[in-house]
């Protein structure tokens, strides 16, 4: 189990590795527990990030609800929800419970940042600080969706954020050679998760959920 307190990339690790079935479908509880622990990361970032953990944790915590729920069967995995939220009008739903399609497509953005900034510091200069590449990737993703007051607090923010060392060596408790691997790891794993997640949402034209 991932701890309360600490984030550890091998955790991230085990975690998406539980996200993909045998018939290639998003098991819905995996992916919820691997963004518990993501959760953690953008901790480590800083009050950069605080507004997207407290966003993600509010998104799974939603999802988390309806796999609790009478409906839980219809959320088992992320095209379960989506056939049914489609089939029943519920995608665009905006009172409680809110729309499942909606709730995960902001945690799918958030996806798509953490795998952008994870391979940018794998092949940067670790001594060096994550300012720079932790802005482009912002630019490249969230960035798309948030208003323009939220995209200029996070670049005032960025010049706060560590070097890639200092990130690294909080990042569990291996050396920096076995969390650089770990990191690539869970690069691997999450990057077909979030392009199933990506040809879903295509597939219905979704990704325009308000």
Not at 55 to 82: C, F, N
Not at 156 to 183: I, R
Not at 191 to 205: A, F
Request: with cysteine; aromatic share 8%.
């Amino acid at each position: 189990m991932a701890s309360a307190d600490s984030f550890d990339i091998e955790i991230v690790y085990e975690l998406f590795t539980k996200c993909g079935r045998d018939d290639g479908r998003i098991d819905m509880d995996g992916y919820a527990e691997a963004f518990d622990e993501l959760c953690k990361l953008f901790n480590l970032l800083g009050t950069v990030f605080t507004f997207v953990t407290s966003d993600v944790h509010e998104k799974i915590g939603i999802l988390r609800a309806y796999r609790q729920s009478e409906l839980a069967k219809q959320y088992e995995t992320v095209s379960d929800m989506i056939h049914y939220e489609v089939e029943n009008k519920l995608t665009n739903k905006k009172t409680k419970p809110l729309s499942g399609s909606r709730t995960l497509l902001r945690l799918h953005r958030a996806l798509e940042f953490v795998i952008d900034f994870m391979t940018a510091v794998t092949q940067m200069e670790i001594s060096k600080k994550l300012t720079s590449i932790a802005g482009e990737s912002y630019q490249k993703t969230l960035a798309k969706h948030h208003p323009w007051v939220i995209r200029k607090a996070v670049g005032v923010a960025m010049y706060t954020l560590p070097t890639g060392e200092q990130l690294l060596s909080k990042m569990g408790k291996h050396d920096m050679d076995k969390t650089l691997e770990l990191m690539n790891g869970v690069i691997q794993l999450a990057q077909p998760i979030y392009d199933e997640i990506q040809t879903i949402y295509t597939s219905n034209n979704l990704h325009n959920l308000a």
